[in-house]
């Protein structure tokens, strides 16, 4: 059936082309020279341009069309009488040849001003594209028109990177409301109103830092129409199943962007798989890493488990049983010359089912064993979450920002496990209560040095309670129990205020100095007992937890970059004193370290199409809380975990290496990104693995390796008017354990991956998106397990009218290591849309997994065991949807 379809749609494609017809020749001036960049237009009756070309330098052209009918050819030239021809086209592949002679035409110009605005336009450090030369009529959001701008990849979830660089954040008209939560604007608001889409190079978060701190950001701008200023508009979209059960999609979307005052306020409810929202957590918790005023983005509290709702590899919509409630509240307002306020308000309620059957083998030394699971999962989300963000423009100079959060999370998860044919129960109630406040002071000096000072406190909680209504560690423990429960109480909080000094000199150095102080303390606290009938019959000895963590890092960060012509030498050492504190059941032991961190790198700007970018880093790294405890933990049904008991600080090694040709916006750009690890000690485990139970201890191995590269090549043909882009990557790993009381176990990992794209960018009927990805997986222990995977996916555009579209989507899973009746799926996907009125009223038909493919099987392997999973996908349903604009 899908190679039916895939077949019948490329015939009809070429149908498409070969139905239209040509009309070609020559133009020429009175003495039978070429005239060159002349314009013929093809008219109907009623004056509307059909087609056109330009003559070439031998003053050809040719056009194509595939309406028959009368028609007015009209070719004309700077300097020349316009002339008009009639044809007729009768729609049988015709080849009409019409030549035209035009006469000298005395023109007197007292003043002529031409005005061309280009597809893209660069600007320093500005790359802007005209977003009508890339809309192909079929957009709905404003990720659906960033897929198709050159230079730029937006994955699956929604993420959108230039090369290996993700973006900092996406404007419109300047003004950024989401940070790195982006995803929440670039997934729900429309884009019918965006006029261009710009990218900043070399981007500062800090305006007073623009051109003084060394920066490789980049950040995305969208402008919008003049009459979308100033006024409210917005849209409203509802859909429902026609041949399915219980779907819906509900969106709206209300906004109002004036010079002083922004508001956008959005809101989705579906259950058909779409996510809104993309990664909350880059909402609630954006990282910026050694960004000036940034302290503290790298802090969070730790939670310990989850029940296992791990999804594969596959388009959200496929796998996310949901039933998901977004609402969100934005704001910014300009209260004066002198001050702004950013207010955010968001809510997002979800219920989520999970179903997936595996059947894993394990296979170490000479313990062989099968488990088999049947897990049918629910969770219950709610998420509220409130930004306000203050900034205080004391001069022009000078600059005072506040950023306030709160963000609260109720989870209850609850699943049904049939584990080698026990059923167990399993329930988790789990929280999150984040209190976040953050003040930057940025004084700029002069005009080249800049003085901040940044301050911030963050107090996070994250409780979880677990319990299981069976008991299968009848090996482990002695007691008679039937469940076990174990309730842990995690919480953290930071203190950090840092002052750092940047000074650009007149010859392009950058000299920096930075210290601070940051304080952290956590709260590890676990409680794991035994139930009898619900009833508890022991806390058992050795899992148990009560420790307080408290760590201050007092530092000192100097680092001066040289610039000497085409090159740039970066020299860097880090100070840091740090003061740890354990608290283990009332026995509190102290650690007081110093130790350095040195950074050397080079960046060489060969020329303007290529450079070459290299560090090279000596780290130490203070061992965190979930390295310290003692006790063991309960990771999941069948398996717990323990610290090392005492304070470590490991070091490693990193090379970089990172190759550019070309600039976004070229035809041809590529990206090669090396990077090579060596850890002189790590974290490893201690396992012992059984079929009930796994117990793991951290231990520390000397030696560990870890080599990835990546290439990316992007580029546009512009005779077939197609963007190609090809991805290759490979990373290497090795490193050491001890599982089942053996010796020391080498580990050797290898992942390589390697995939095209090939996307059109035509203006007329059709346009299609094409590419193939393929995965292979090695591990090597004292034996070798390996498999290849692929993924193929068509899509296709039709642009029938201007009122009428239909995309098609299809893609196809290839699995090495499954049976031949289980390794390959696949899926269609189509929407038709028909305008009934311009920017008013739209009517959709969507239809999503046609071929109603309903589970979705995969391979896995690790050092200790071979897996395939079973999942349950959203089955197919087609739902007939209507949008108003307003």
Known sequence: MFKFILHLIVCLSFQFTLSQNTIKGEVKDHVSQPIISASVILKDNTGKII??????????????????????????????????????????????????????????????????????????????????????GNEQTVEDLLKKIPGLNIDASGTIKIGNQEVEKVMVDGDDMFEKGYKLLTKNMPVNPVDKVEIYKNYSNNKHLKGIENSDKVALNLTLKEEARRVWFGNFQAGYGLVSENRYEVRSNLMNFGKKNKYYFLTNLNNTGYDATGDIDNLIRPFRFDEPGSIGDDQSANTLLGLGFDTPNLKQKRTNLNNAEMLSLNSIFTLSEKIKLKALGFLNTDETGFFRNSIEQFSVGNTVFTNTEDFKGRKTQLTGFGKVDVTYDISKTQTLEYTGKFNKTNEKNRSDLVFNNDVLNERLNANNQLFDQKIVYTNKVKDK???????????????????????????????????TRQYSNNKMQFAGVEAQWLDRKKNGDLAELKIGNQLRIDGFNTRFELLQNGTNVIFPDGYQNNLTYTTS??????????????FTVLAQADAHQLFNQLENFNVVSYQNP???????????????????????????????????????????????????????????????????????????????????????????????IAQNYSLSEKIIIRDREYVTISSGID?????????????????????????????????????????????????????????????YNEVKTTITNNFTDNMSFLDLSFMFSDKFNIDIQTERYFFGNLDKNNNKYYFLDLEARYVVKENKLTFFLSGNNLFNTETFRNYSISDINISQTEYRLMPRYVLLKMEYRF
């Not at 592949?93 to 031409?114: Q, S, Y």
């Open 51 to 136: 087609t056109y070309a330009y003559t070439d330098e031998l003053g050809r052209y040719e056009l194509k069309t595939d309406k028959p009918g009368q028609f007015v050819l009209t070719a004309s030239s700077l300097g020349f009488e316009q002339k008009n021809i009639d044809i007729t086209i009768e729609n049988k592949n015709e080849v009409k040849t019409v030549d035209f002679t035009l006469l000298v035409k005395v023109t007197e110009l007292k003043e002529v001003i031409i005005e061309q605005e280009r597809a893209i336009t660069i600007k320093k450090d500005t790359i802007i594209f005209k977003a009508d030369a890339f809309r192909q």
């Open 449 to 483: 040095r800049v003085f901040l000072l940044s301050g911030r406190y963050i107090n996070e909680q994250t409780p979880q309670n677990y319990s299981v209504n069976q008991f299968i560690f009848n090996d482990l423990f002695t007691e008679n129990a039937t469940g």
């Open 553 to 566: 890092d007092l530092y000192l960060s100097a680092k001066y970059r040289f610039k000497l012509k085409n």
């Open 594 to 688: 110093f130790f350095l961190v040195p950074k050397i790198g080079l960046d060489w700007e060969i020329n303007e199409k290529n450079k070459i970018l290299t560090s090279y880093t000596y780290t130490t790294t203070n061992a965190g809380v979930l390295d310290v405890y003692s006790g063991f933990v309960q990771t999941g049904f069948r398996s717990f975990s323990k610290g090392l008991e005492e304070f470590n600080q490991l070091n490693s090694s990193t090379a970089l290496l990172n190759y550019t040709y070309g600039s976004w916006g070229d035809k041809f750009f590529a990206n090669t990104f090396i990077m090579y690890s060596k850890n002189n000690d790590f974290f490893s485990t201690n396992a012992i």
């Open 715 to 775: 580029r546009y043909f512009k005779p077939i008017k197609s963007n190609l882009k090809i991805n290759l990557g490979a990373t290497k790993t090795n490193f050491k354990n001890i599982v089942n009381n053996s010796n020391l176990r080498e580990v050797k990992n290898l992942n390589t991956n390697y995939g095209f794209e090939l996307r059109s960018g035509f203006r007329g009927l059709f346009n299609y998106h094409i590419g193939s990805k393929w995965t």
